[in-house]
């Protein structure tokens, strides 16, 4: 019999974790001035992408990034500096500088870094499914962890193919300011994935 209570309980933790509905300005601020066919790819493959790395990690676990002597604190800092770097990009226009200054081909790929990872498969999405998978042990858990993930990059997947529209109804002064705000988020979030981070090594008080 199918834990209805796990069901909810796992598919609120993932939806809020990943937030694919705070995620799709985010896509459009990352892939600002790039071809729609070439978007649906971006799309995709950062939806695929986060969903081995979460089904790895929902396998796995810890022993995942134990057997490398990472401790989930280490990439919590790891992910929130790396995460300040785009942020910076996204503040003072560096990504649609290097755009205009590269060719089609060569231009930033975002599907991978930082949409894959880590903001789709993040330190909050890798252990969520690891607590998740704890909580409900077995293959029937295991299941329905991947089963309820799958769906929330769903929604995520749908939201990164409509931000064409989203991008229309923004218009470029639109989203230049809308990258500028979620720059600034993006900065934030990434500060206090660092201070998780070192709260957990025990190097400032909780």
């Given amino acids: 019999m ?3 209570a796990f069901l909810i309980t796992a598919f609120v933790t993932m939806f809020v974790v990943i937030d694919p509905i705070g995620l799709a300005p985010l896509f459009v601020a990352l892939t600002q001035g790039v071809p729609e066919r070439q978007r649906r ?3 995709l493959r950062a939806c695929t ?3 081995i790395i979460l089904i790895v990690f929902a396998l796995f676990g810890e022993a995942v990034l134990g057997f490398v002597g990472i401790s989930m604190p280490a990439f919590r800092v790891a992910g929130g500096v790396l995460l300040f770097l785009t942020a910076l990009d996204m503040l003072f226009e560096r990504r649609t500088k290097r755009r205009e200054d590269q060719s089609e081909e060569n231009e930033d790929d975002p599907s991978v870094f ?3 990872i880590p903001l789709i498969a993040g330190p909050g999405a890798i252990a969520s499914v ?3 998978t704890g909580q409900k042990p077995g293959v029937e858990g295991l299941a329905l962890v991947l089963a309820i993930t799958a769906l929330v ?4 997947m749908l939201l990164f193919l409509a931000s064409g529209m989203l991008e229309r109804a923004l218009g470029k002064t639109g989203i230049t300011v809308v990258t500028r705000l979620l720059g600034m988020l993006l900065a934030a979030l990434s500060v206090q994935f660092v201070l998780d981070g070192l709260r957990n090594f025990g190097l400032i008080p909780g």
Avoid: W
């Fill in 130 to 132: 690891i607590l998740l």
């Fill in 49 to 51: 992408i986060g969903m």
């Fill in 41 to 43: 790819a971006i799309a």
């Fill in 114 to 116: 930082p949409l894959a």
């Fill in 2 to 4: 199918i834990d209805t």
């Fill in 153 to 156: 990059l769903g929604v995520c």
